[in-house]
């Protein structure tokens, strides 16, 4: 019985040494493996947008999803294993990274969720020692947590402005253009362009009201817009204080 617990033992800490430890042989090889698998599926993911393409290509590319889901269900499943504290990995960022990227093939359902896998690609840095990057990448998580409460704030308050917008809009709009501006809920695109800055120009007010309600709108988004970039860039100034003192 101790025989087979040490040989469980041994077997367990020869996968982490695999999975994990990137500064190994065997462990930077598995690593640069999965990474260049991402790569292909990715893709594998855009050449199948391709229109026209040919029956046998896209068999081709049906077969290797299939072998990739399966090496990459090899692998969640591995480093749930070895994981010294299971839920920290399996809630982690990768970890939901790695596991909303193949749970929709078994479930079946119709987001294709794929492409969410380049994001695995950031585990490059810290296994070819990038460590440069890898200080500047820690250095900005640093930031977004000091600053996640305002950052909240500005959210809602953000939500609540594209609500009084959309709201706006309609009442001024809709009685002259009411096949664009149907509802409330029809009136969020404009809102949500118009606050962006993005103005795509496919709905537009044609009103005086509805034109003065869009320049004050938009004199509230630029303001808006200086937020949080006032907020990242304060933050990151003290990190690098405190990383210098």
């Not at 299939?66 to 692998?75: A, K, M």
Request: charged share 20%; hydrophobic share 55%; proline share 3%.
């Amino acid at each position: 019985m101790n025989n087979k617990i040490r040989q469980n033992f041994s077997i367990k800490k020869r996968l982490k040494e695999i999975v994990e430890r990137e500064e190994t042989v065997a462990g930077k090889v598995f690593n640069l493996f999965i990474m260049a698998l991402i790569l292909l599926s990715v893709i594998s993911l855009s050449v199948e947008t391709l229109p026209d393409l040919d029956p046998n290509i896209l068999r081709v590319l049906v077969i290797f999803e299939l072998v990739v889901v399966i090496i990459f269900s090899i692998e969640y499943l591995l480093r749930i294993y070895v994981a010294d504290r299971k839920p920290k990995y399996i809630f982690s960022f990768y970890g939901i990274i790695d596991l909303l990227a193949i749970v929709p093939f078994y479930m079946a359902a119709g987001i294709d969720l794929r492409s969410i896998r380049i994001f695995r690609l950031l585990r490059v840095f810290r296994i070819l020692k990038f460590t440069r990057y890898s200080e500047a990448a820690t250095r900005l998580l640093n930031v977004f947590k000091m600053i996640k409460a305002e950052l909240l704030i500005f959210l809602l308050i953000t939500i609540c402005i594209v609500y009084i917008a959309a709201v706006g809009i309609y009442y001024f709009e809709s009685p002259t253009q009411p096949e664009i501006f149907k509802s409330v809920f029809h009136s969020l695109w404009w809102a949500v362009t118009t606050i962006t800055l993005l103005g795509y120009g496919d709905v537009y007010p044609v009103t005086i009201g509805g034109r003065i309600f869009t320049y004050l709108v938009l004199m509230v988004s630029i303001a808006m817009i200086a937020i949080p970039t006032g907020l990242i860039a304060s933050a990151l100034s003290k990190e690098i204080d405190l990383e210098a003192s």
